[in-house]
């Protein structure tokens, strides 16, 4: 006698059979075509407009890889020199922006908070909304890819209680960027760093950010409410916002190991323990779609090689490679047959930092990257035209009596009649 209704019983198992058809997360599930990129989750590749990303990303420059993926081929001189000068010419922000992101700094809010309402006010510079050609959204589409890195150096300055620092027409992207945070012009070592990391991010297949980009477009809505979307799914820690936590869990085990003067190896294996033994997880390793190691992180890996090298101490990529090792040993050890390697957050902790950003700025600038994959995805949708409407299951009663408010108790849980209940076991 376990006191449940039959019917009850019965909705369970229509509940464990609904559950068995489930796709959670639409794990595998097929919904668009792209020719954007392709991620090969068992053989660890990655393919980037028709490129390995290990060939594209440390020698492109991202206008050029922002054509490649809006033009669906590599710019030619002139071309590449237009978008440039295009680019340049958008980065000033309109005065609203700027007086959003005065508010949201006074109130110390999130910098993916403040990314995300600052590229709201952007459509307030679109003069003609209704223009749905694809030129008008190629227009659009450089308007938000240039003005993004402006909007996260400016709020990280404005957090910092200093001014925000015009954009420098004569230097491409990646350098502009870091001039809008330091006010210096980058060595080009690091803007290269910096240039490579966002080529390295700027798509990658379907994933959280831009399904929800294509989303929001596929209902015929505009690109600037796709990207402001986008921003709301990266910030999350299972997706963008892993690489800060990534680097602070590397400082501390450094700080254990100072403290204990246990080898950095034995304390990583110690945290690692330690985290799993409280239900939680490391940032920077595991993957959806990787069963192998994320090749963005050998790319990024490699890049940080060369940053390190050139500024003559490898003594924090050597950490970092020491903590790697003994996280994965442990994980390993603990979830056999889960098969979590590094993923590319692990990384770009490690070459943000190097190229000299704090980690606050990590999260906003994978979507100052990723802005190009997110408007390519949504001029890509645009030209599919068709709404994106999965299904779900009903798991719920069907035929709840209803109580006047008068009549209801706060603590009892509405009757559920017999009937809703076998409706549920058919649904
Ligand atoms: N640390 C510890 N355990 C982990 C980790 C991790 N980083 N990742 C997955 N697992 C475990 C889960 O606990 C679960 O184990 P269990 O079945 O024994 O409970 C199993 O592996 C499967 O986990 P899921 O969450 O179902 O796997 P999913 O494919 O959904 O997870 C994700 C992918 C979210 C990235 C996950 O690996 C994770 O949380 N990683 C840490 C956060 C991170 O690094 N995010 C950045 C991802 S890269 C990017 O988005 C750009």
């Known amino acids: 006698m376990t006191g449940i209704p039959e019917g009850s019983r019965e909705a369970g198992a229509g509940r464990t059979a609904a559950a068995a058809a489930l ?19 068992e053989r660890g590749e990655l393919i980037i407009g028709g490129f390995p990303v290990e060939r594209l990303a440390p020698q492109a420059s991202f206008e050029e890889v922002l054509y490649l993926l809006w033009h669906d081929r590599l710019p030619t001189r002139a071309e590449l020199d237009a978008l440039r000068r295009r680019l340049a010419a958008e980065r000033t922000l309109p005065a609203a922006t700027v007086a959003l992101l005065r508010t949201a700094a006074a109130r110390r809010a999130p910098a993916m908070d403040a990314l995300r309402m600052a590229v709201a006010t952007l459509s ?84 959280a950010s831009t399904f929800t980009a294509r989303v929001i477009v596929s209902t015929r809505s505009d690109m600037c409410s796709a990207l402001v979307g986008a921003i709301g799914a990266l910030k999350g820690p299972l997706h963008g916002g892993a690489p800060g936590p990534a680097l602070d869990m590397v400082f501390e085990i450094q700080a254990r190991a100072a403290s204990s003067g246990r080898a950095l190896g034995e304390e990583a294996a110690a945290y690692t323990r330690d985290v799993l033994a409280a239900g939680g997880r490391l940032m920077g390793f595991g993957h959806r779609v990787y069963k192998v190691r994320d090749p963005r992180a050998e790319v990024l890996g490699a890049a940080a090689v060369r940053l390190f090298q ?46 000299g950003l704090d980690s606050l700025l990590f999260s906003p600038t994978f979507a100052v990257a990723r802005a190009g994959g997110w ?11 068709h709404l994106i409407r999965p299904s779900s299951v009903y798991v719920g009663p069907r035929a709840r009596s209803w109580v006047p408010v008068e009549r ?11 009937e809703a209940s076998t409706q549920m076991s058919a649904g």
């Open 23 to 41: 796709a959670r997360g639409l794990e595998g599930v097929v919904v668009a075509q792209t020719r954007l990129s392709k991620v090969d989750g």
């Open 124 to 207: 307030l510079s679109d003069d003609h909304p209704e223009d749905g050609s694809r030129a008008a959204n190629l227009r659009r589409a450089s308007a938000l890819v240039g003005r993004f890195p402006t909007i996260v150096a400016a709020y990280w300055r404005l957090l910092h209680g200093r001014d925000p620092i015009d954009p420098h027409p004569r230097l491409g992207h990646a350098a502009n960027f870091l001039h809008m945070i330091s006010g210096e012009e980058p060595p080009p070592e690091v803007a290269r760093a910096l240039e490579t990391y966002l080529n390295t991010v700027v798509d990658h297949g379907l994933n």
């Open 310 to 355: 050139r500024a003559g101490d490898m003594r924090l990529y050597d950490e970092v490679r020491t903590v790697e090792e003994a996280v994965l040993g442990v994980l390993h050890e603990h979830k056999p047959g889960r098969r979590l390697e590094t993923n590319v957050e692990f990384y770009t902790a490690l070459l943000l930092h190097g190229v």
């Open 375 to 385: 408007t390519a995805h949504v001029l890509e949708q645009i030209g599919e035209d």
């Open 408 to 418: 209801r108790s706060s603590t009892a849980p509405a009757p559920v009649p017999l």
